[in-house]
């Protein structure tokens, strides 16, 4: 009887292994590269009038009213990226934006906020496009909105978390669009105290891209960020926009 457990056993065991040699273990893809982009402008070379420029990005929700009063009211140049979503909530602000075109370039941050990245993988919680397809659809679903809501046809594309993988990168060139990176973060994705805040952006030297965020009205950072235009303001900083001046960015975002 022991004999015949023992066989049986044997056999059994024999079965599986030969069914684990079928059976392709679940590997789980690498996680892709990732590249998070710089982007300088061309310096102004002139002691006291540092040459900045001042990136926003509109991903969701509400315009933050502090900074938008703030650069119409000290007019002060800015680039803003907007998507699709935040362009159908906010005609007030697009219409500020339209009115005062000597001070606002409006640029592509994509159509739903998805990272500009080709395959499947989660950055900061948020899951990327996951194909070439879905990349392409981001950022031609953001162009589309724009042109739809009376915006000049963009230039830039600045995708959701500001990463990309290089084919992304590769393929977002291949449709025309420059890719903005930063040389500063100043709001640290609007998540940053409204001090520390104003202390980085005031910071910016020459030559330097600042990113920030106008869509938090409820954040701290905000305020920091609204101090911070009246600080650069005061020191002499000259404010461009990025179809204004000469650029260079790494990882073949911008050549």
Same mark, same amino acid.
Request: hydrophobic share 45%; with cysteine; net charge negative.
């Given at each position: @009887? ?11 065991? %024999? ?17 892709? +590269? ?10 102004? $070379?002139?002691? &006291? ?5 001042? *990136?926003?990005? !509109?991903? @969701? ?26 362009? +159908?909530? #906010? ?8 009115? #005062? ?8 941050? &994509?159509? $739903?906020?998805?990272?500009?990245? /080709? ?10 496009? &996951? ?12 162009? !589309?909105? @724009? ?13 959701? %978390?500001?990463?990309? /993988? ?8 291949? @449709?025309? =669009?420059?890719?903005?990176? =930063?040389?500063? #973060? ?7 105290? !409204?001090?520390?805040?104003? +202390?980085?952006?005031?910071?910016? +030297? ?8 106008? $869509? ?17 303001? !005061?020191?002499? *900083? ?9 650029? %260079? ?7």
């Amino acid at each position: @009887m022991n004999r015949i457990l023992l066989a049986s056993a044997f056999l059994f065991s %024999t079965i599986l292994t030969a069914l684990a040699d079928e059976i392709p273990s679940a590997v789980p893809a690498p996680a892709p +590269k990732l590249v998070e982009p710089h982007l300088h402008i061309a310096r102004s $070379n002139v002691a &006291g009038h540092a040459r900045v420029a001042l *990136t926003f990005d !509109a991903c @969701m929700g509400q315009a933050d009213e502090r900074i938008l009063s703030t650069l119409v009211r000290e007019r002060i140049p800015a680039t803003i990226f907007v998507t699709a979503r935040w362009l +159908k909530r #906010n005609p007030a602000a697009v219409a500020v934006f339209l009115q #005062n075109p000597d001070l606002f370039e409006l640029e592509n941050h &994509g159509q $739903n906020h998805i990272p500009a990245v /080709d395959t499947p993988t989660l950055i900061y919680g948020i899951a990327s496009a &996951g194909s070439p397809q879905a990349v392409r659809q981001e950022v031609e679903g953001g162009a !589309a909105a @724009m042109v739809a809501a009376g915006i000049p046809a963009p230039h830039w594309f600045r995708g959701s %978390t500001a990463k990309y /993988d290089l084919s992304a990168i590769s393929e977002i060139r291949a @449709m025309g =669009y420059r890719i903005a990176g =930063y040389s500063v #973060n100043g709001d640290g994705g609007s998540l940053l105290g !409204a001090v520390i805040t104003e +202390k980085r952006i005031a910071a910016a +030297k020459d030559g330097d891209v600042v990113i920030s965020h106008v $869509n938090q009205p409820t954040h701290a950072a905000g305020e920091g960020v609204a101090k911070a235009l009246v600080d650069l303001k !005061a020191k002499g *900083t000259q404010f461009v926009r990025l179809q204004d001046v000469e650029d %260079t960015g790494d990882d073949k975002t911008t050549e």
